[in-house]
């Protein structure tokens, strides 16, 4: 993915995401859920005892990298759009 699509877009900074609040990249977003939302008791990610917040427990980030589990930056999200749509890109 990096090698034939990423860097061809001019996107290089683009990381798989994580599951665990403690092991988030320091600019990866914090999930949240509802106000008062129940817990998960049975969380499906490794590493994650007992009961949960949803948006951790039940988002397995790492298994994800093929259908969304990459995180990035906004510019680099426009780069990649716009080379899926065949179009040269500005570089600055």
């Known amino acids: 993915m990096r090698e034939l699509v990423l860097v061809p877009a001019g996107v290089t900074a683009p990381k ?3 599951s665990l609040p403690s092991q988030r990249e320091p ?3 914090k999930y949240y859920d509802y106000p008062n939302a ?4 049975t ?3 490794p ?3 007992g009961p949960a ?10 298994l994800n ?8 930056t906004a510019p680099g999200l ?8 065949g179009r040269a890109s500005r570089r600055s």
């Open 16 to 18: 798989i995401g994580r």
């Open 65 to 72: 990298e093929a259908f969304g589990g990459w995180i990035g």
């Open 53 to 62: 917040p949803r948006s951790y427990a039940n988002r397995w980030m790492e």
């Open 47 to 49: 590493g994650i005892a």
């Open 27 to 29: 600019d990866e977003a």
């Open 38 to 41: 129940p817990l998960v008791g």
């Open 43 to 45: 969380p499906v990610v």
């Open 78 to 85: 426009l780069k990649w759009i716009t080379a899926l749509e």
